[in-house]
């Protein structure tokens, strides 16, 4: 695929990484609502396949879809958005280099659910959330963050996790001085 800038294999593992950390915890939500129900722990296990140098292939796009699919069939909020969180870690590995909105959510959705669960699981308190954002923005590298500033930012949505995803999305941005400018066309403005 033709992309509007670069995006290394190193630098798709961090983002896996991030992804994976953030489903990591929040995995065994879904696997208490789920027993039985396997994808979601093979979507993460194909994230972390990725993530620590294997090879991206067909693995992680089938168990992805899989993991998206238990999120479907989910009985609560709180397991479908762990289930989702995997699905999202094993399709870091996907992630697309067109300057497209939507593609942030592969790099920050998983931490933006996990966020919400937390908040769930503390009675809906939003700052149980606001507290595993703040550890979801520490987690972050500068390459993660350079990744991120390639796109523009999030796109807003009417739901708690799309809020939530906005706002680590903001606070990641936020951090330091941008290697590389958000806009593709902002780097062509510059370039010459």
Not at 9 to 35: I, K, N, T
Not at 93 to 120: C, M, S
Not at 137 to 150: E, F, I, K, N
Request: with cysteine; proline share 7%.
């Amino acid at each position: 695929m033709t992309g509007d800038f670069e995006l290394t294999d190193d630098e798709l593992r961090v983002v896996a990484r991030y992804a994976a950390e953030s489903a990591q915890q929040v995995l065994p939500v879904f696997e208490q609502a789920c027993p039985d129900d396997l994808r979601p722990r093979a979507a993460l296990d194909a994230a972390w396949t990725f993530a620590g140098g294997g090879r991206r292939t067909k693995l992680q796009r089938v168990t992805s879809l899989d993991a998206h699919r238990a999120a479907a069939a989910a009985p609560t909020e709180a397991a479908r958005l762990a289930a989702q969180a995997a699905g999202d870690a094993a399709s870091a590995a996907y992630l697309h280099p067109i300057a497209k909105a939507h593609q942030v959510g592969h790099i920050l959705r998983a931490a933006a659910n996990a966020a919400r669960i937390a908040e769930l699981t503390a009675g809906d308190d939003p700052r149980a959330g606001d507290a595993a954002l703040d550890l979801a923005r520490q987690r972050a590298t500068p390459v993660l963050v350079d990744v991120l500033r390639r796109y523009p930012p999030a796109p807003a949505g009417r739901s708690r996790p799309a809020h939530l995803m906005s706002a680590l999305d903001a606070a990641l941005r936020a951090l330091g001085s941008p290697a590389t400018p958000a806009d593709p066309a902002d780097a062509r403005e510059t370039s010459g």
